[in-house]
């Protein structure tokens, strides 16, 4: 009848409104229902997860590649031994490196050769090398150092040397990497023994 056509045209003309508790039907209605549709809430997408950093990832690494060699393995109380320590490539972006080597105790560093220092230091400056020189340099660019034996009989290991970039085209993960691997000598001990 009337009733029901007016009825109709109020809903139509109603405001829309999300199903509750309240505007349903209570025959259909589930309070566990819209319980859980009032309390999700839309994070969109990502939310919640930890924004990445991948500006260290892409950056390139500081290398070098080289050797080493000396005058011998086993040295009396007093001996010297020259070092050399040769570099024959560095990291792309890289112009040029400081090059120092590991000095053991027991060994003093003498003052003449390539030494920026000398005495008893654990590490002996070699001053830079730039890439114009290893690219003309057909077997890399050696740097010489001497040392005294001053310890005590036993095994010591000089090494590895160090590059450290002083002048790079680009920003580098790490500054330094190490090469030219080890070598260990022999200091022995000068007979007692005497003539007579």
Same mark, same amino acid.
């Given at each position: 009848?009337?009733?029901?056509?007016? =009825?109709?045209?109020?809903? *139509?003309?109603?405001? @829309?409104?999300?199903?509750?508790?309240?505007? #349903?039907?209570? @025959?259909?209605?589930?309070?566990?229902?819209?319980?859980? @549709? $009032?309390?999700?809430?839309?994070?969109?997408?990502?939310?919640?997860?930890?924004?990445?950093?991948?500006? =260290?990832?892409? *950056?390139?690494?500081?290398?070098?590649?080289?050797?080493?060699?000396?005058?011998?393995?086993?040295?009396?109380?007093?001996?010297?031994?020259?070092?050399?320590?040769?570099?024959?490539?560095?990291?792309?972006?890289?112009?040029?490196? !400081?090059?120092?080597?590991?000095?053991?105790?027991?060994? !003093?560093?003498?003052? +003449?050769?390539?030494?920026?220092?000398?005495?008893?230091?654990? &590490?002996?400056? *070699?001053? #830079?090398?730039?890439?114009?020189?290893? $690219? &003309?340099?057909?077997?890399?660019?050696?740097?010489? +150092?001497?040392?005294?034996? &001053?310890?005590?009989?036993?095994? +010591?290991?000089?090494?590895?040397? #160090?590059?450290?970039?002083?002048?790079?085209?680009?920003? *580098? $993960?790490?500054?330094?990497?190490?090469?030219?691997?080890?070598? #260990?000598?022999?200091?022995?001990?000068?007979?007692?023994?005497?003539?007579?």
């Amino acid at each position: 009848g009337d009733d029901q056509v007016l =009825d109709e045209a109020n809903n *139509l003309h109603g405001i @829309a409104r999300l199903p509750t508790t309240g505007n #349903t039907n209570p @025959a259909f209605a589930d309070d566990g229902l819209f319980d859980r @549709a $009032e309390t999700v809430a839309w994070t969109g997408p990502g939310d919640g997860l930890p924004a990445e950093d991948d500006d =260290d990832e892409n *950056l390139p690494s500081m290398t070098a590649s080289g050797s080493r060699s000396d005058d011998g393995t086993v040295f009396t109380k007093g001996q010297t031994n020259k070092m050399d320590v040769r570099i024959t490539g560095i990291a792309d972006p890289v112009q040029e490196v !400081t090059v120092t080597d590991s000095v053991p105790d027991g060994w !003093t560093v003498a003052e +003449y050769g390539d030494a920026q220092n000398s005495g008893d230091v654990e &590490e002996v400056e *070699l001053g #830079t090398v730039r890439r114009e020189e290893l $690219e &003309e340099a057909e077997d890399g660019v050696t740097r010489t +150092y001497f040392v005294e034996a &001053e310890g005590a009989t036993g095994r +010591y290991t000089f090494g590895p040397a #160090t590059a450290t970039a002083t002048e790079s085209e680009a920003e *580098l $993960e790490s500054d330094s990497a190490e090469f030219g691997g080890t070598d #260990t000598n022999t200091i022995v001990g000068v007979s007692s023994e005497t003539s007579g």
